[in-house]
Structures are given as structure tokens and as C-alpha cells.
Antibody, heavy 126, light 109 residues
Framework: QVTLRESGPAQVKPTQTLTLTCSFS??????????VSWVRQAPGKALEWLAL???????YYSSSLKGRLTISKDTSKNQVVLTMTNMDPVDTATYFC??????????????????WGQGTLVTVSS | DIQMTQSPSSLSASVGDRVTITCRTS??????LNWYQQKPGKAPKLLIF???ILQSGVPSRFSGSGSGTDFTLTISGLQPDDFATYYC???????????FGQGTRLEIK
């Protein structure tokens, strides 16, 4: 059974750095082609993809937030950590982590988010 | 970045109706397109990946089609459980970033 759970502070102050942890079970990030992503959703707004880390430790980031984001993994703990620097009130959102699986067929290689955590609401306020 | 445009942004329909949601991308993405359903206060749920492949456990009344820049999600025979918000998402290139559409809210008429 695949589960993911996000943890971190419920509130941070502007300019602070946010650190979120995704703890997962039921799969391993040492499995070839397995990945984990972070996605956020501001209140009443659409989903926004933030970052992805794969089994080979390759990392990809949203271009609009690149420079503020760092994603890392600890395979021994089955955890993925996202840090976001210089937090602003516009970063107030629910942050989700999601297992990112791959559809691989005849050289066609597509990522999709098949299991999600429940999300954690982070409020940025002084 | 690849831009996504979903339409309509909201939709009212009745149980039993057939509805179609459209997603258009700013450049061709072949079939690198996924669809998700989200209910208030919940995480999204994967419905369809690679434009037309139904995720395991998802009812067959959901179907997806399209390639290139134009994609559709169709729900045939709406059920009460289907009233939710639907998002498309492109997975064309992780290097260039993945993006979601702005969502389509499906409401009961």
C-alpha cells in the first residue's frame, strides 16, 4: 500500500525558509524510474507543480520558482525534502507531495502523479 | 513554459449527462497529458494518463482523447460522485517544467 505524508511548519514568516518533508511507504526511490514531486495549491487556486526528484537523484524545478527551491532525498528514511527560501505571503498554499510514476512504452516516457499525500497548509504571515 | 488552457472554467450538468472538458496547450506535447479529479479539501486523484489510458480503478465512464495541442476529458453518464474540479497536466519535459491547467469546476445543475 502506497502512502505519502507531508510534514512541516503550519506557519512561517516572510523572508524565512520553509522546509517540508514527505515521508512515504509502499515504494522505494531506489527503484528505477521512480520519482517524487511537490505540488502546491494556493487557496481557491489551481495546482502548481514545483519540483521533482528521481531515483537517480536528477532534480527538476519550476522555472518560475527556480533559485528558491531545493529538493533532496534520503532513501534510507524514505523521505523527500523540499526547501523554499525567501517565503512571501503569496506562497501561502497547501503543499502536496506525490509519487511520480512513469509510463514507458516503446521509447515514450511520461510522468504522472499516481499517489498523493493529504497535503499540508502553510501560511506565510508576520 | 508550456501554457495550458482549460475550458470551460465551470460547468453545470445533471446526473446522467455526458460532459466534455477541453485542454489546449501552447505547443505540441504529443500525448504527454494527464487528467486529475479533485474534491474540496482533498488531494487530486489521477484519472487518465498519456491522454487516453484509464488509471486502474477509475470507472470506465471517464475517457480521454487527443494529441498534439488539443485534448478532451469526457464523462459519460455523470454520477453524483463526479461533481468536482478537473485538471489537465502536461508531462512533456521535466526539464522545462510540468504545468497544470487552471481547472474546470463541475457543478450539479
Amino acid at each position: 500500500q502506497v502512502t505519502l505524508r507531508e510534514s512541516g511548519p503550519a506557519q512561517v514568516k516572510p523572508t524565512q525558509t520553509l522546509t517540508l518533508t514527505c515521508s512515504f511507504s509502499g515504494f522505494s526511490l531506489t527503484t528505477t524510474k521512480m520519482c517524487v514531486s511537490w505540488v502546491r495549491q494556493a487557496p481557491g487556486k489551481a495546482l502548481e507543480w514545483l519540483a521533482l526528484i528521481d531515483w537517480d537523484d536528477e532534480k527538476y524545478y519550476s522555472s518560475s520558482l527556480k533559485g528558491r527551491l531545493t529538493i533532496s532525498k534520503d532513501t534510507s528514511k524514505n523521505q523527500v525534502v523540499l526547501t523554499m527560501t525567501n517565503m512571501d505571503p503569496v506562497d501561502t498554499a497547501t503543499y502536496f507531495c506525490a509519487r511520480t510514476n512513469v509510463y514507458d512504452s516503446n521509447g515514450y516516457y511520461l510522468h504522472f502523479f499516481d499517489y498523493w499525500g493529504q497535503g499540508t497548509l502553510v501560511t506565510v504571515s508576520s | 513554459d508550456i501554457q495550458m488552457t482549460q475550458s470551460p472554467s465551470s460547468l453545470s450538468a445533471s446526473v446522467g449527462d455526458r460532459v466534455t472538458i477541453t485542454c489546449r496547450t501552447s505547443q505540441s506535447i504529443a500525448s504527454y497529458l494527464n487528467w486529475y479529479q479533485q474534491k474540496p479539501g482533498k488531494a487530486p486523484k489521477l484519472l487518465i494518463f498519456a491522454a487516453s489510458i484509464l488509471q486502474s480503478g477509475v470507472p470506465s465512464r471517464f475517457s480521454g482523447s487527443g494529441s498534439g495541442t488539443d485534448f478532451t476529458l469526457t464523462i459519460s453518464g455523470l454520477q453524483p460522485d463526479d461533481f468536482a474540479t478537473y485538471y489537465c497536466q502536461q508531462s512533456y519535459s521535466a526539464f522545462r517544467g510540468y504545468t497544470f491547467g487552471q481547472g474546470t469546476r463541475l457543478e450539479i445543475k
